[in-house]
């Protein structure tokens, strides 16, 4: 394999990645941020019988949700509290607790515009090469929480609490370097 002895090349590491929520008044810090799936997606087979016979035609494309895993942080604030920030941003898409049937607070939903609106929306992946320069870049569309674990505790480990949450979104958009 003489491929590996050209010194330009450069396989990319997934060790070298930014996630970044742009516009989010409750965003998750790119230091904090552990471990993220790629976008991935499924192209589902539309089956097809005739006679003897058995033919698949391609279906619609569906976009599979993907996994991110942050580090919580102890602050007794919300603006510190990675899980308070986060439950904070739940209640903006429109969860409330159901205290009363009279209270209008209690009867609202969560909507897909107030989850978008978060600013968690346009969630971006960067991929870096070893310079720190952006390699590619994929640009979630209107992405969601849809899955939220806030870890577990433990005396007998030393590790530190990660919170793990899935993600929907529309499409996603892999593009070039910086662009």
Do not use: C
């Amino acid at each position: 394999m003489a491929f590996w002895n050209q010194a330009a090349l450069e396989p990319k590491r997934q060790y070298k990645f930014l996630l970044s929520f742009p516009s989010s008044a409750n965003r998750i810090e790119s230091y904090l941020v552990k471990r993220v799936d790629k976008p991935k997606f499924t192209v589902n087979a539309v089956q097809h019988d005739f006679l003897n016979h058995r033919f698949f035609y391609p279906g619609k494309l569906v976009w599979d949700p993907i996994t991110i895993t942050v580090v919580d942080i102890a602050q007794q604030n919300s603006a510190g509290n990675m899980s308070l920030r986060i439950m904070d941003a739940i209640k903006a898409t429109g969860y409330e607790k159901p205290d009363s049937p009279s209270n209008p607070k209690g009867r609202q939903t969560l909507s897909k515009r107030n989850s978008v609106n978060l600013g968690l929306g346009q969630a971006k992946i960067q991929t870096l090469n070893a310079d720190g320069d952006t390699v590619d870049n994929w640009v979630l569309h209107n992405a969601f929480i849809t899955s939220l674990e806030f870890g577990s505790l433990d005396y007998t480990v030393e590790e530190l609490v990660e919170i793990t949450m899935t993600f929907q979104y529309d499409y996603a958009v892999l593009s070039a370097g910086g662009s």
